[in-house]
T-cell receptor
Framework: AQKITQTQPGMFVQEKEAVTLDCTYD???????LFWYKQPSSGEMIFLIY??????QNATEGRYSLNFQKARKSANLVISASQLGDSAMYFC?????????????FGKGTKLSVIP | IAGITQAPTSQILAAGRRMTLRCTQD?????MYWYRQDLGLGLRLIHY???????GKGEVPDGYSVSRANTDDFPLTLASAVPSQTSVYFC???????????FGSGTRLTVV
């Protein structure tokens, strides 16, 4: 069974500083995908970044990067140069690649607050 | 604009009433999903459908049913609503075997 753990219910970061949001996962499937989503106060789910289990390099998308440590089963999200608009809920999610299994399993989320 | 349409946006429902949440996508994605979001619990999968004509149970299926008569529509039905079904419901879709998930804007349901 899949499991995603986000141990930080809430985080604060000073504007323009970098912040790391933690995510650990558990799966027995050798092939899987890891995702991060942002949910602002307006409620929509915004895709940020994706990392495949066989990807050799850490994924990056603009100010977002994923620190993927496969042996530790961790997939932390790093946001560089935080902006006030980064204040939101952040969810880590995983999809394994088993036959007929396409759904995402989500962590409980981390609420990030950016301080001016 | 391609994407997922959910209706209604919000609803207050009396306990015991039947309610169907609608979800329509225009991307021809094979797979569709229903999640509920509760404070402190993240998003939990209710039901899913990997392709038209098939459905499966997720983590929290009790009290909910779904159907998938065609590719585009994936309604979620609460046969007899209870207050514990108060939540925000998200519909999502993805191409089969692909990581490109799309989420709807959500339905906020309050059961009183």
């Amino acid at each position: 069974a899949q499991k995603i753990t986000q141990t930080q219910p809430g985080m604060f970061v000073q504007e323009k500083e970098a912040v790391t949001l933690d995510c650990t996962y558990d799966t027995s499937d050798p092939s899987y995908g890891l995702f991060w989503y942002k949910q602002p106060s307006s409620g929509e789910m915004i895709f940020l970044i994706y990392q495949g289990s066989y990807d050799q390099q850490n994924a990056t998308e603009g100010r977002y990067s994923l620190n993927f440590q496969k042996a530790r089963k961790s997939a932390n999200l790093v946001i560089s140069a935080s902006q006030l608009g980064d204040s939101a809920m952040y969810f880590c999610a995983m999809k394994d690649s088993g036959a007929g299994s396409y759904q995402l399993t989500f962590g409980k989320g981390t609420k990030l607050s950016v301080i001016p | 604009i391609a994407g997922i349409t959910q209706a209604p946006t919000s609803q207050i429902l009396a306990a015991g009433r039947r309610m169907t949440l609608r979800c329509t996508q225009d991307m021809r994605h094979n797979a569709m999903y229903w999640y509920r979001q509760d404070l402190g619990l993240g998003l939990r999968l209710i039901h899913y459908s990997n392709t038209a004509g098939t459905t499966g149970k997720g983590e929290v299926p009790d009290g909910y049913s779904v159907s998938r008569a065609n590719t585009d529509d994936f309604p979620l039905t609460l046969a007899s609503a209870v207050p514990s079904q108060t939540s925000v419901y998200f519909c999502a879709s993805s191409p089969e075997g692909h990581y490109g998930y799309t989420f709807g804007s959500g339905t906020r349901l309050t059961v009183v």
